[in-house]
C-alpha cells in the first residue's frame, strides 16, 4: 500500500474491495473532497482511452471515496 502523503492507486481491475477502501481512506486524506473529483476523471479518460478495466477500478474508488466522505457534504465529484 502506498504512503499516505503521495498514494498511488493499484491498476488491477480485481483490487479487492478492501484494498479500495484502504485506498479511498488514503486518497481522501492526503487530498480531501477533491479526491472525489480525481478519481471521477481518471475513470473518465480511462474509459475514453477503451481502458475499462482501469475506469471501473477508479469508479469503485471514486463510490469508496464518497462513502468515506460522509454525509453532509456537496456531491462533488459525481457525474450526472
Known amino acids: 500500500m502506498a504512503s499516505r502523503a503521495n498514494p498511488k492507486p493499484a491498476d488491477d481491475p480485481g483490487m479487492p474491495a478492501m484494498d479500495v477502501h484502504a485506498y479511498a481512506r488514503q486518497l481522501l486524506d492526503a487530498r480531501g473532497v477533491a479526491a472525489i473529483a480525481e478519481a471521477a476523471q481518471k475513470a473518465r479518460a480511462f474509459a475514453d482511452q477503451g481502458d475499462g478495466a482501469r475506469a471501473e477500478t477508479w469508479r469503485r474508488i471514486q463510490a469508496a471515496l464518497l ?5 453532509g457534504q456537496a456531491d462533488v465529484g459525481q457525474e450526472p
Open 67 to 71: 462513502i468515506a466522505r460522509g454525509p
